[in-house]
């Protein structure tokens, strides 16, 4: 994802004059933070935010339109709760393939915009154009995700602790 946000964010900056970027790195690419975007000319580099592991990353998706992640279940609901268009990018590689899952199950529901890893490179950019000149989508697909996204499971939880604590 790292690799194929950095390739559009200069192009996407220019054209769009009041977007601020904000990168959050993953670990893997952590040491090259700095080393990327280093052509990039300093007025547009004044709307980019490069960032590692961010503890408070719902004060920053609060603040977002749009939101490019992978497809984690706890993510994703954290998204969803505050109702955030979001692209997915799953990853493949991990455990028994549960973002795939993950992120299937919400594209069935229109409540994210899936593409692939492997077709990251030619499909983002299209796709972030798409939602910055399509409010009213962009809001949608927030919506739906909200709406696909369970909103009392600590009440649930909750409940099934009790539950199973009086059959004791």
């Given at each position: 994802i790292?690799?194929?946000?950095?390739?559009?964010?200069?192009?996407?900056?220019?054209?769009?004059?009041n977007l601020?970027?904000?990168?959050?790195?993953?670990?893997?690419n952590?040491k090259?933070l700095?080393?990327r975007?280093q052509?990039?000319?300093?007025?547009?580099k004044?709307?980019?935010?490069?960032?590692?592991f961010?503890?408070?990353?719902?004060?920053?998706?609060?603040?977002?339109d749009?939101i490019?992640?992978?497809?984690?279940?706890t993510s994703?609901?954290g998204?969803?709760?505050?109702?955030?268009a979001?692209?997915v990018?799953?990853?493949?590689h991990?455990v028994?393939?549960?973002q795939?899952?993950?992120?299937?199950?919400l594209?069935?529901?229109?409540?994210v915009?899936?593409?692939?890893e492997?077709?990251?490179g030619?499909?983002?950019?299209?796709?972030?154009?798409y939602l910055?000149q399509?409010?009213?989508?962009?809001t949608?697909l927030g919506e739906?995700?909200?709406?696909a996204?369970p909103?009392?499971a600590?009440e649930?939880?909750?409940?099934?602790?009790i539950?199973?604590?009086?059959?004791?």
């Open positions: 790292d690799d194929s946000v950095e390739k559009i964010v200069p192009r996407l900056l220019k054209k769009h004059p601020i970027v904000i990168h959050v790195f993953g670990r893997l952590e090259s700095h080393s975007y052509n990039l000319d300093d007025p547009l004044k709307r980019l935010m490069l960032k590692t961010l503890p408070d990353i719902y004060n920053y998706a609060a603040a977002a749009i490019i992640t992978r497809a984690g279940a994703l609901a998204f969803g709760i505050l109702g955030k979001c692209i990018i799953p990853a493949r991990l028994d393939g549960h795939i899952e993950n992120a299937l199950a594209e069935k529901k229109s409540a915009a899936l593409i692939t492997d077709r990251a030619e499909e983002l950019e299209k796709q972030v154009e910055l399509h409010s009213a989508e962009r949608q739906r995700l909200q709406e996204t909103s009392d600590a649930r939880l909750a409940n099934i602790i539950t199973e604590a009086t059959r004791v």
